[in-house]
């Protein structure tokens, strides 16, 4: 049930898109190859634009918005990952449904008329459970991953198949009509080849030629792999390739992962990527001669369930990308890149024209200019105003990381602020500089349905965390995991891998074991006034110690050694040992290796005999959680548990399930729990498990007060979020929510209090945007008739500002707006001493009631306030949602 006539509308469209989807041809057939420049498709060489979007990370619901979305940035093609996990869970047994239905994606790609990357790997990294190795490849007798391995390259190899024969099937490969366009097999695997020696340079051998043997009809890619063989294109992966250069003069330079954000773990900062930076990388590798570039990631998502990697990765993928966790636009991130896109679209006959490096004018000692001439050389080019026949485009770059620079180009002066690129698709002016942010600035806005009594945050923002009122139930049932033996289980003597026990069906496994005290051992103790202690020489990630069904203490770390003093009594005493993992690990060598649990000995310590090793001794083993078992959360189970109702003010408590029933906020909004009112462990919304959560706080310090773009950036340079909770918020999609009655399940390890979880919908309630009369023409102008044909001088073309709501919302009302000299920035704009009285009122007639405007900044719409001065309008606007509004 959705919760709105307009849902319902948006549920149908979607439908009839999905049915086109499978219906319809979008391409004719074409070819893609390449050659030393760049990708050729159907015969011509194209400068491409990516965006990496991964397919489990949203729902299927989600998949058509975040495309148009990715589409309408200006890219001209998705890049995504194949999940081996996702797609093989049992081995045989195939999963191409719900978020795994990849077929299903590429259509809607298809659908959209852009092009598609297939990460098949199979190996992926991503910050995924395993890297995505399905658990049950490493039982396997005999193998080991990623190098040459005849057990693994077998399986591999079935798989890689299993993917190209289903595309073959679906026909949606270039050459049949669809969007595939580039494939890759491995990646990055020239960061641990070096591990493997012989075996793995062999490996990287095969796994090329068993991939060009499946003869998919499409180029092949290795990311940072420097030996990659010579039909097999290499690629850059990182925050900067603007120097990077294949293995061979034959092969193009593609870029197949931008980092515009990093990945976040569990008490750690937010990674902030400035958008100045990402665009001056950007526009420095077309620069230098790239061809290809994809953003990791354009659409960061949700790793729901338990598919962070790790350990200790959250449950959150933003990734400070393009487009937020929730579907929503980040700008003026967004806004920004879509700029630079057009930018380099602009400069795209000369940039595939040029058949080898550009020509390269020292402009100063930290300045330079790149020159993309079709036909003639840049010193012959006229400096008319038709140049752009001649198909000339330049690149002009200040990579000094403090000074501003004033160059002279082709008899033109530029100035180029520090570590920025100023494009120039005519070689005469100037269409985009990395560094002059035009975009929109959209401030989150967090409401319960109604945008009219949000809580407007700070703009830039991410994952507020603040008091909010609308909790999402007063009343809350509860239920007590057991501690220890539940079910079905087995006993054996010694220490047995986590892994190797659970298959990874589970994040939890009991280890129970008995320990007899003796009558001398507590006298001992007493009169020498010590406890015995744990101690376990190695545990990944948590381990919580009970003691006769107590608590005893807990531990965190990866690999880490464990001494916990703890109580006991004569007799016989039960140790239970309840091991977590929380993400497995994702990366690295030997990665078969790797599990889970614990190493080494455990042992009891401080008895007056001596140590008892508890590795040899029986142990009896549970998987996992008995509300697991029972499936409590799901709609259909819950009820046959024995719930009880819990007290306003009970204590929390260990290893407790809480149960309640909400209502979803109105309207089509993207929803999210805060869950920071309790400890450690997952939650379950109508049946599907939305992920772990962890209120794990980051450091108070590292989060600059002000982020510099400049210079070369790493993952913390620019951190957020100093002394909060990592994560608070947590994704709901709107497919997995009924309007009323949504069953909410939570597994608290730790104790915590449900009546302060809160829910809320987001949306960018408040827009603003600053441009000054100095700034260049809309990109859009470039294109029109008059200025191609040279009838019109874009010279003459003023700069305007542009404002977009959210799809569904209008502007309700102009906040601010001023035409002058405004003081602060967004929500903290004030007049200057220059003010147009009429600002507000032509702002408003021109924006009030759409979905978007645009307005000149310029003295003929605004009459000219003060003389001599250089005017900027400033605008601050608030959306409400109006189902009606167009969203053109």
Sequence with gaps: MLGSSAAVLRFLVIAWTLHLAFSVEYFKPFNVSYDHRALIIDGKRRMLISAGIHYPRATPEMWPDVIAKSKEGGADLIQTYVFWNGHEPIRGQYNFEGRYDIIKFVKLVWLSGLYLHLRIGPYVCAEWNFGGFPVWLRDLPGIEFRTDNLVFKEEMQRFVEKIVDLMKQEKLFSWQGGPIIMLQI?????????????RGKEYVKWAASMALGLRAGVPWVMCKQPDAPEN??????????????????????????????????????????????????????????????????????????????????????????PIDEYGLLRQPKWGHLKDLHAAIKLCEPALVAVDDSPQYIRLGPNQEAHVYCQHVHFGDLSLSRSVNRNGCSAFLANIDVHKTAIVTFLGCEYTLPPWSVSILPDCRNTAFNTAKVGAQISVRTLGFGSPLSSNIKEPGELLPHYEVPFTVSKTWMILKEPIGVWGDNFTVQGLREH??????????????????????????????????????????????????????????????RVVQSIHLLVGDNELALLSETVGLQNSGAFLERDGAGFRGQIRLTGLKNGDIDLSKSFWTYQVGLKGEFMRIYDLDETEQADWNDLATNATPSTLTWYKTYFDAPEGVDPVSLNLESMGKGQAWVNGHNIGRYWSLVAPKDGCPST??????FYEMKCATNCGSPTQSWYHIPRSWLQASNNLLVLFEETGGNPFKISIMSHSAGIICAQVAESYYPPLSSWSHPDIIQGKFSIENVPPEIHLQCDNGYAISSIIFASYGTPGGSCQKFSVGNCHAPSSTSIVSDACQGKNSCSVNVSNVIFGDPCQGIIKTLAVEARCIWSPDVSDA
Aim: charged share 20%; net charge negative.
């Design 232 to 321: 097999v294109i290499d690629s850059c992966n990182g925050f900067y390739c603007d120097g990077f250069r294949p293995n061979s003069y034959k092969k193009p330079a593609l870029w197949t992962e931008d980092w515009d954000g990093w990945y976040t773990t569990w008490g750690g900062r937010l990674p902030h990527r400035p958008v100045e930076d990402n665009a001056f990388a950007i526009a420095r590798f077309f620069q230098r001669g790239g061809s290809f570039h994809n953003y990791y990631m354009y659409f960061g998502g949700t790793n729901f369930g338990r598919t962070s990697g790790g350990p200790f990765y959250i449950t959150s993928y933003d990734y400070d990308a």
């Design 707 to 712: 982020c510099d773009y400049c210079g070369p």
């Design 499 to 560: 892994l190797k026990v659970t298959k990874d069906t589970s994040d939890y496994l009991w280890y129970i074991t008995r320990i007899h005290i003796s009558d001398v051992d507590i006298s001992y103790w007493e009169e020498n006034e010590v406890s015995p202690s744990l101690i376990i020489d190695q545990m990944r990630d948590v381990v919580r110690i009970f003691v006769n069904g107590q608590l005893a203490g807990s531990a965190v770390g990866h690999w880490v």
């Design 186 to 198: 491995e990646n990055e695997y020239g960061n641990v080849e070096g591990s493997y020696g012989e």
